[in-house]
């Protein structure tokens, strides 16, 4: 089944402890994307890649890292957490060249940080 | 820069009733493509319709239907026969033809009353 896996689905963690997010598509989709969703404020993008190794900022990037080390995978990393990065977190990923339309998303990480 | 803007952040209706969701966009491009998405309670993301801007025809999915106002920078939705399955957040999404990236208005929860 073609999917777009992340994990975890919730998080509760603390301010300044290391967390990764994983994400994984395994429809050899070109392009992948973070975005994180606040309530009033729809999505907004983090950072997304176009290709192995080829990674951008988005709107938001500050206090994230990713990586694109493999086509599959790339991880959202928070170095040092604080709190208002608390907020649902969705990876999505698409062939280029399709337009949106084609969009997969993950079933999406509610993060908390106290 | 670009904006999308949904003026309604909650709206309900009684089961059976037509319902009309409002998007508003900026851009200064002539070609690019609008997204309507859905997202239940599972936090699912799931696309509901998409309108590309070059085509005049507004676009229709079963009991969902577009009215895109190009001059006018408007695409609303509307849903006809409301169900309650149809209970959801709804957000609008206006993808650039040259940069591939969405931007998302703040969404519009959508609540179907039996």
């Known amino acids: 089944e073609a999917q777009v896996t992340q994990n975890p689905r919730y998080l509760i963690t603390v301010t300044g402890k290391k967390l990764t997010v994983t994400c994984s598509q395994n429809m050899n989709h070109e392009y992948m994307s973070w975005y994180r969703q606040d309530p009033g404020l729809g999505l907004r993008q983090i950072y997304y890649?176009?290709?192995?190794?080829?990674?951008d900022k988005g709107d938001v990037p500050e206090g994230y890292k990713v990586s694109r080390k493999e086509k599959r995978n790339f991880p959202l990393i928070l170095e040092s957490p604080s709190p208002n990065q608390t907020s649902l977190y969705f990876c999505?990923?698409?062939?280029?060249?399709?337009?949106?339309?084609?969009?997969?998303f993950g079933s999406g990480t509610q993060l908390s940080v106290l | 820069a670009q904006t999308v803007t949904q003026s309604q952040p909650e709206m309900s209706v009684q089961e059976a009733e037509t319902v009309t969701l409002s998007c508003t966009y900026d851009?200064?491009?002539?070609?690019?493509?609008l997204f309507w998405y859905k997202q239940p309670p599972s936090r699912q993301m799931i696309l509901v319709i998409r309108q590309e801007a070059y085509k005049q025809q507004n676009a229709t999915e079963n009991r969902f239907s577009v009215n895109f106002q190009k001059a006018a920078k408007s695409f609303s939705l509307k849903i006809s026969d409301s169900q309650l399955g149809d209970t959801a957040m709804y957000f609008c999404?206006?993808?650039?033809?040259?940069?591939?990236?969405?931007?998302w208005g703040a969404g519009t929860k959508l609540i179907i009353k039996p």
């Open positions: 999404a206006h993808e650039s033809d040259s940069n591939y990236q969405l931007i």
């Open positions: 999505a990923s698409s062939f280029l060249g399709q337009s949106n339309e084609k969009l997969f």
């Open positions: 851009t200064s491009e002539s070609n690019y493509y």
């Open positions: 890649s176009m290709n192995v190794e080829v990674t």
